[in-house]
Structure formats: C-alpha cells, structure tokens
C-alpha cells in the first residue's frame, strides 16, 4: 500500500496563515484538557516535592524562551512603496540575549517538574506580555491541580528574574512561589540592613561555581503599602576580581556581591539554603528546553501569521506529551527518589554539633528582660542599620564577642565606650551598680535556632529522556509485510532471512 500523502509545504502555510484566534484558543483548551483526561503513570501520586515537614508539593516550572528574528535590509528609496516585513505579525523589537537579530518573538512555557510534561504555551510578540501571559500560566497550573485533586496551597511555581517584582508577586499571593528579586532598594531598608549585620543564616556552596553565598533570611517583608509579605533571602559573596565578559547576576557594593530571592514558603519546611537551592536548580528546566528544541525546534518560524505559529507550538507540546505518554507504556520505570538537602540535626542535638554551624537558620533577633526594677534593659537598646545599637542617651554600642549557648542559640555580645558611660546623665537608671560601676554598658542580643523540621528534603520524579526516547525508537522501526498476491508467488529468499530491514 502506498504511503498517505502528506500536505504540501505551500498547503500547510496558506492554512497557518488562515487561522484566526478561536480555534488556536480552542486548540490550546483541548491540549489541556487531553493532558488531564489520563494519568501518565499509576505512581503519579508518588512524584513530587517532600518538605522537612514531610508535606508534599507539586513543582511548576514558568519560563520564556526567545527567538530572534534576522531581517535583510530592505532599500527604501522615493520610487519604490514602503517596505513590508513578513514577521511583522510575529515579533517586535526587545531583548535579544545572545541572539543576533532585529526583532523577537517570546513564548511562555510552563511544565511539570516531576512529569516532565508540558501544560502550556502562550507567545506575544517583543518580550511579550508577562503578566498576563502568568496569570495565564497561574488558570492553567490550578487546573492542573484541580484534577488530580491536590491541595492548591502546596503547588509551588518557580520563576525566573523578569518576574521578580512587586506586581509579579500581588498576582501570586495565593500561590507558592520563588522567584529571583529585582528590586534591590530592598537592601536599603533599616531592618535588612540591620540583619545583614548580624551572622548569617547558613551557607551555601555551589558546586557548579565554586562560590560560598551567605544567606540572611528576612520575613514578613511588605514590598508595597498594601501589598502581601514576602520572604526575602538575601546572599552575598565577594565580587570577583577580574571583571568576566558575562553579566554578573546581582548588585555589587563595596566588593560584595548581593542577591535577592523572593518566597512565601514557609520557614518551618524549607530553610533559607533550601530556598536558594530549589531556585538554582531551575537548571533542569533548561536542559527539557534543550531537548525540546533538538526533538522538535518549536521556536523556528514555520508561518508568518501570529495564530498560525501559536498552533504550531501548542501541537509541538501535545507531541511532545504523547511521546511521554507513549514510552511509558513501552518502557515503564518506576519513580525515582532524589535527596534534595540532607537531614537537618535535631533541636536536642549535643553542644558540639549545634556550635559547628547551625543548619536551620535563625529567628529574629531577641533581647533580655528586665533583669532590675528601673533599670534599662535590652530592648531600650534597638538594633541600627549599621550594626550597632543605640543607647538612650544616644551613645553606640559595637559588637565585640559571640559565642554560643548549650541550646544552639548564638549570643552578640554589644559593648558601649567607658568614655562614653562615666559622664552619661542616665548611669544610675543604666547600669547595675550605677556610678559606682567600673565596666562600660553591654548588651547581648540572642539568635535562637528555627523551628525547622528535621526530615530530607526528598524529590522524586522520573527520568526525562528515556521514556520519550522509547517511543522515538519505535518511531525509526521498519517493518515489510508482503500481500497476499505477492506472497504466493515463488520467492528465492530463504527463510531464515528477517522481514524487517
């Protein structure tokens, strides 16, 4: 039998470039609608993200890619009519990245970390339209949710950079989110600073960049007059000291290189580390980016009408998905367990461990109680932006010791001048033996350990390549069956030669 005929390129083009909007809406309600319809698996209920209180939380991946467009000069002269670009449709101009071209189009991507399948795509020309296109992105993950009945408020959504706003984050408040901050005015507020002054939360080693960031972990931060509070983790490394052809990421001051992450996971299962780490490891993103454009190059321009293309990328997903669904049939794997973060040491642990470094962060600052009648006590002392406090009257006490106590919390040790404290009006309300006290003025602020819990932080997924690698196998298969007519015809093939080729 002959092979079914395929459509002309020429055919194809001219009904891409027909397509208006309401059937590439209905198109992409259809994609999302047939990825709900199945499960990919009967262990999909085991795939997701284990907290160190041992909740579960599914991971969603929102991200755009860009492709450029390289345009010809056009000669413009007063004979002839104005030119006519044929990817005007498509693309405007905006940020290019490393690609050489005029004009972009973006396409908004979202995807199931733990699946690996796509739930949705939606492009704009230029840089496109990011807010809504993640509100978009925002229906589509709470479908998504919805009908594999889990809890909405443990779905969390990474983002990259561009989303780090405080738009961005009002139309994400009633979801989990980490996203990178682009507002570093942030370091400028009094109580950030005041907490960058104070030891860091954790440390965090990339293996990858060899740097050591110190994390300092900030709640209930309100990015605007009404807005909703925000976790903000801030990490600093030095700056490197030759200056590298790439952009740094960040904001250098003084030689110091700071960061601002954006979250509103909770701090009792994720710590400041854990935070970093899941926003870092947005890395597996790209490689199913890669993948995508070696399997199927979704981003190259196959019609010059806006629709046509949005058509072209929805069907490129919902193959993409259909592979997936395929090579698990044909190869099934179980799902595969991933320690994300170690084990944190328990609240209860010996003096030893809990001095070598706290893993689980630590609270906000805290002073002593009134210790006499009358008497000043740490809290007439507040913490200033520049690492001192200030006394009532109006004298600075610098930190000179830290140690740590048997129950893990660390002790700053503040120490006013003596200079300072022999003439001051208000000795007798201040100090212990009042004039008579031969020591100036200290003040200890204490950093309790958080509340943490001790469980691993546990991912489990499955492998992203095999399963659709299967079905791409079956795909390059060749199989010959002669007809009937031809099979009762004398054949001088012996038989034990194979029919397939």
Not at 237 to 255: D, E, F, M, S, Y
Not at 283 to 299: K, N, R, S, V, Y
Not at 405 to 415: K, T
Request: proline share 7%; aromatic share 6%.
């Amino acid at each position: 039998m002959d092979a079914p005929a395929c459509l002309a390129a020429s055919t194809l083009s001219r009904f891409l470039a027909a397509l208006p909007a309401e059937p590439v809406e209905a198109l992409r309600t259809l994609f999302l609608e047939d990825l709900l319809a199945r499960c990919l698996s009967t262990e999909e209920q085991d795939v997701g993200l284990w907290d160190r209180q041992g909740n579960r939380w599914l991971v969603f991946d929102v991200d755009g890619t860009r492709e450029a467009a390289r345009q010809r000069a056009l000669p413009q002269t007063p004979d002839r009519p104005a030119p006519q670009r044929r990817l005007r449709p498509l693309c405007a101009p905006g940020y290019t990245g490393r690609k050489r071209g005029e004009a972009v189009r973006t396409r908004t991507t979202v995807l199931q970390m733990h699946t690996h399948q796509w739930v949705a795509s939606f492009g704009n020309p230029g840089n496109g339209q990011y807010r809504e296109e993640l509100r978009r992105a925002k229906t589509a993950v709470q479908m998504y949710v919805k009908a594999h009945n889990f809890p909405s408020e443990r779905t969390l959504v990474r983002l990259d950079g561009q989303y780090g706003t405080r738009a961005v984050v009002a139309d994400l408040a009633d979801c989990s989110y980490v996203t990178r901050g682009k507002d570093y005015s942030l370091l400028d507020r009094a109580d950030v600073q005041a907490r960058l002054h104070l030891p860091a939360d954790q440390h965090l080693n990339s293996a990858e960049s060899g740097v050591c960031r110190a994390l300092y972990d900030c709640p209930d931060q309100c990015l605007g007059e009404d807005g909703p509070l925000v976790r903000v983790i801030v990490a600093t490394h030095p700056a490197p000291t030759r200056a590298k052809k790439k952009r740094q990421v960040g904001l250098i001051r003084n030689g110091v290189v700071y960061e601002l992450f954006l979250t509103n996971l909770p701090q009792s299962g994720f710590t400041a580390s854990d935070v970093v780490s899941l926003y870092l490891h947005r890395g597996a993103f790209e490689t199913a980016l890669e993948d995508e454009d070696i399997e199927q190059d979704p981003d190259r321009w196959c019609s010059h009408s806006a629709w046509g293309q949005e058509a072209w990328q929805v069907i490129s997903q919902w193959t993409w998905n259909l592979r997936l669904e395929l090579g698990h049939k044909l190869h099934p794997e179980s799902v595969r367990t991933t320690e994300f973060a170690p084990a944190l040491p328990e609240q209860n642990a010996p003096a030893s461990l809990a001095a070598s470094t706290l893993a689980s962060g630590y609270a906000p600052p805290a002073t002593a109680t009134s210790w006499k009648a009358g008497r000043f006590t740490g809290a007439d002392f507040p913490l200033q932006p520049d690492g001192t406090l200030h006394c009532p009257a109006g004298s600075a006490l610098v930190p000179h010791e830290q140690r740590r106590e048997r129950d893990g919390s660390l002790r700053v040790v503040y120490s006013a001048s003596i200079r300072d404290c022999r003439p001051c009006s208000l000795r007798e309300q201040c100090q212990w033996s009042g004039c008579a006290t031969a020591k100036p003025r200290q003040v200890s602020i204490l950093l309790h350990p958080l509340s943490v819990g001790s469980a691993p932080l546990l991912w489990r997924d499955w492998p992203r390549r095999h399963q659709r690698r299967a079905c791409l196998r079956l795909h390059r298969q060749r199989l010959d069956i002669p007809d009937r007519a031809s099979s009762s015809a004398p054949s001088d093939r012996s038989p034990s030669d194979p029919l397939s080729g």
